[in-house]
């Protein structure tokens, strides 16, 4: 009996010991190797969360981006390859048209300028038009008077020649509501102040031009807005502003397309057509020695 019971209890303890011995290296073993996946489970999404290293704007910060599109200082001066200065017409709105002018004047109307753009500071003078044109149709000669004498068509060749330049800038005529925006500035209503410190017209001028930039300047630095000669703008003709852009584009639909506009007035009118909101017709072919041009850059 001594012996049956101690080789029963022998054989059973040593195999509880082999037992221990087998089991416990592989409880370590699973434990580890869990800890590990689990690792790995749990830095891999970090990862793949942290990938777009570059925040995405929110609906919040892209508005205020757009916002703050326009951060050119109005006024900013902008010189070209040929020495033409420009000044920058930033963003805004302002009230076209006048409801105490004539019939082509009204309505009055709001237009929304949703882009800032590069005008010419200067009317474009006699010397400037010989370097790109090689010539100079002017009555009244001198290299820093503005040209005359030149139509609708003819400042459109000028546009023409001075863009296959190829420097950074598109250039064109100015729309009618880009010109009366910039001619207004920031002031409101018919007048921009004094015309004889503003313009050449007929009570000053001794019935000639004078070298452009010898009057006061407006609030964005735009020099002989009124007076000295009339200006060329892009758009067509209408005797009203019924239906017209609110955008500041140039109306080129209906109207009357044997006319294009000139605003400004000159060195021979009088001071009812030396205003802001004033505007007359002439054929795109018409050369008067009181008509010239002013232009516009954008960056291409």
Known sequence: MKKTDSRGRKPTGLRLLITLCLVL?????????GQRRTGRRATTPAKKTGTPTTP??????????????????????????????????????????SDRGGADERPA????????????????????????MGDNPSNFKGEDLPVEQVSWADAQMFIKKLNERGDP??????????????????????SMGA?????????????????????????WGLYDMLGNVWEWCEDVYHDSYRGA???????????????????GGSWID???????????????????????LRIVAVAR
Request: net charge positive; glycine share 8%; proline share 6%.
């Open 56 to 97: 995405q704007p929110s609906a919040s910060s892209s508005a205020a981006s757009s916002a703050q599109a326009d951060t050119t200082k109005p006024g900013t001066l902008m010189s070209n390859q040929l020495g033409m200065e420009f000044v920058y017409v930033p963003s805004g709105s302002f009230m076209m048209g």
């Open 169 to 190: 800038f598109i250039y064109r005529l100015p729309t009618e509501a880009e010109w009366e925006y910039a001619c207004h500035a920031q002031m409101t209503g018919d």
């Open 195 to 219: 015309l004889d410190v503003l313009a050449w017209y007929f009570n000053n001028s001794a019935n000639k031009t004078h070298p452009v930039g010898e009057k006061q300047p407006n609030a």
């Open 245 to 263: 852009p609110t955008d500041g584009s140039a109306w080129l639909a209906g109207g009357d397309p044997k006319y294009r506009v000139l605003r």
């Open 109 to 132: 109307r709001r237009v929304a300028i949703r882009k800032g753009f590069y005008m010419g500071r200067y009317e474009i003078t006699q010397a400037q038009w010989r370097t790109v």
């Open 270 to 292: 009088n001071a009812f057509y030396c205003r802001v909101n004033e505007r007359i017709r002439a054929t795109p072919d018409t050369r008067q020695r009181n008509s010239g």
């Open 25 to 33: 290296p592989l409880l370590y073993t699973t434990q580890t190797y």
